[in-house]
T-cell receptor
Framework: AQSVTQPDIHITVSEGASLELRCNYS??????LFWYVQSPGQGLQLLLK??????LVQGIKGFEAEFKRSQSSFNLRKPSVHWSDAAEYFC?????????????FGTGTKLQVIP | ETGVTQTPRHLVMGMTNKKSLKCEQH?????MYWYKQSAKKPLELMFV???????ENNSVPSRFSPECPNSSHLFLHLHTLQPEDSALYLC????????????????FGPGTRLLVL
């Protein structure tokens, strides 16, 4: 069965500093990979996704993620964090094959941004 | 109105009440989902509907009863809930369920925050 691990439950960064959120997955083949963001009291918003091709994926709000097959990782990065980026971030995976496939979510990483 | 909407946004109910959560998607999608989000736990998939047909019931207790009258609307009927059912209930939709690229990207509503007393 597929699984997703976000090892950092909580991260604090200073505004303007760079950010990297870690995501590792376990699956027998390359899955579809997603990052979502959830602001307090809101639903999940899709930041970016990887299906195939270039392993560096650009998303909204200045975020990017890099798929590394050898490390089974899909880490999310942003060069300069803004206070409005404070939220919870979820990594998700879905098997890459036909028919209905369940999406598995990680437990989330809560980002705090300090002045 | 665009995207996925959910009503009500907040709900407080007693254990003997009956209430319903509503979800509507304006994206022309064919698949809809109910998720439960509890503190410090991964998002839990509850139900999946594709073209109004239930595709998955993820071992959800019968006190939760979904209804999908058409591809744009999804309901979750609640009856005799327990305090541990208090959570954020999220609805999502996607174009389809197949393995084609882009078909399964899910778009979420803002959720209904449920408190069971």
């Amino acid at each position: 069965a597929q699984s997703v691990t976000q090892p950092d439950i909580h991260i604090t960064v200073s505004e303007g500093a760079s950010l990297e959120l870690r995501c590792n997955y376990s699956y027998g083949a390359t899955p579809y990979l997603f990052w979502y963001v959830q602001s307090p009291g809101q639903g999940l918003q899709l930041l970016l996704k990887y299906f195939s091709g270039d392993t560096l994926v650009q998303g909204i709000k200045g975020f990017e993620a890099e798929f590394k097959r050898s490390q089974s990782s899909f880490n999310l990065r942003k060069p300069s964090v803004h206070w409005s980026d404070a939220a919870e971030y979820f990594c998700a995976v879905s098997p890459m094959r036909g028919g209905y496939q369940k999406v598995t979510f990680g437990t989330g990483t809560k980002l705090q941004v300090i002045p | 109105e665009t995207g996925v909407t959910q009503t009500p946004r907040h709900l407080v109910m007693g254990m003997t009440n009956k209430k319903s959560l509503k979800c509507e998607q304006h994206l022309g999608h064919n698949a809809m989902y109910w998720y439960k989000q509890s503190a410090k736990k991964p998002l839990e998939l509850m139900f999946v509907y594709n073209f109004k047909e239930q595709t998955e019931n993820n071992s959800v207790p019968s006190r939760f009863s979904p209804e999908c009258p058409n591809s744009s609307h999804l309901f979750l009927h609640l009856h005799t809930l327990q305090p541990e059912d208090s959570a954020l209930y999220l609805c999502a939709s996607s174009q389809g369920l197949a393995g084609e690229v882009g078909q399964e990207t899910q778009y979420f509503g803002p959720g209904t925050r449920l408190l069971v007393l």
